[in-house]
């Protein structure tokens, strides 16, 4: 049988090489690093988490959740490691990034069908092939892929937040919480008075910002939007939004602060923390003068600054199929943030279904289509779908079939939605699962 050739080891590519290894086919998975690095990528290891390390909500009433569950029954590789990997946060799925990435590339070293190439790919390789080098896909690549007809690329800027070492953080002022006690000391919480967050306000909005080639504010993605852009839309626009204080009691004060900055634990140990929602571009030197005024941070040591990046990514709706095979291109694929699925759980879902698509397009098999009663479809029809202001998207429930009749009560409807897919997933996953060897 031809090999498969799977270009790019992030959170898709891994996700893809696994589903056709799985089912027997040989897989050339072809990684640049640890040789080339994109400016966010750092670790040698696969799958890396570039910045936060949480994958958003577990709960079955949430479409981040629900598409967890569903990529967890169709024996997804992503969702074993961060299972196996995750640390404490509340609601939340966040793993060990260190060990998670470990966990991946492991079992992809160990996996006797999947040979590992480490090199730059400059060219579009000959199908059977799945593209999943991300939203930095290095620029020969990428040029490679807006030369074919049809494949224009898209644009948009996204930001990384900061992460700082736990034994840097003040604990006499900062406060162990999750929101409304969901979760056992999960979370460190940064409080604010009202004159605190004002002085604050005013320095982060003269800061000094690093310049960003061809940086434009409208090519800004909301769910990444920068806390200085956040600020500048009025005084209290942080503190109704990463910084806002509901669910939280301060225990020194005994009441709920004015304003909150939220540290999330980022590995088990709890020796390094992430500052949630400030994602920025700040310049280092003023992140550390800035945040330094943030009451904990005083002395804040900075295991990594926030940074502003480009977002390469396709039309998928002119270009993909619900599949994410391209058009035209038969036996050809594309998955992860470069086909406009936007986080992590989206990109490793895209590749599960890229992986699965040519894996059965390779053994002769009928295709099987994910209905958009489920997140996993939803996905694919999302990409898929016309649609001429075609934007970055994770999953969320606007995007999966609403039941009918319409359930008025929304926890209710939510939880009929995840009935539904998880019946139908089952389905999927009894006749997926009997074609594996
Ligand atoms: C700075 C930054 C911060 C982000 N923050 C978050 C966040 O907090 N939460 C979130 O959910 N998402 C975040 N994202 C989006 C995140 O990148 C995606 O969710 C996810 O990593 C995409 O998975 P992927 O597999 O498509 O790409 P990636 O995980 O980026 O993997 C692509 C891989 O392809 C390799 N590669 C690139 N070009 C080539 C080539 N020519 N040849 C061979 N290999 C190549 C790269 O080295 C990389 O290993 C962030 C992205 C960036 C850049």
Redesign the pocket.
Known sequence: MKRAAV???????CEAAWQLARRGVPVDL????PR???P??ESPL???????N??KSNALTNASGLLKEEMRRVGSLIMQAADATRVPAGGALAVDRGLFARYVTDALAGCPSVRIVS????SLPDAPAII???????P??SDAIAALPGLERLYFF????PIVTGESIDRTRAFEAARYDKGDGDYLNCPMTEAEYDAFIGELLCAETAPVHGFEEDRLYEG?MPVESIARRGRLALAYGPMRPVGLIDPRAGRRPFAVVQLRRENAEGTLWNLVGFQTRLRFGEQKRVFGMIPGLERAEFARYG?M?R?TYLHSPSILNERFEARGYRGLYF????TGV????P??AS?LIAGISLARDMLALAQVVFPGCTALGALGRYVSSPNKDYQPMGIQYGLIDTPEPRIRNKRLRAERVAERSLETIENIRRALEEEIT
């Open positions: 270009v790019g080891a992030g959170l898709a590519g072809i990684e640049m690093k080339l690095r994109t966010a990528h696969f799958a890396e988490l570039v910045c936060s949480s994958l090199e730059e790919v400059c999943a080098t991300g939203p930095l896909t290095s020969a690549l996204d930001a990384a937040a990444c940074v990046h977002n998955a992860g943030q470069i936007e986080g992590y759980l990109s490793a590749g």
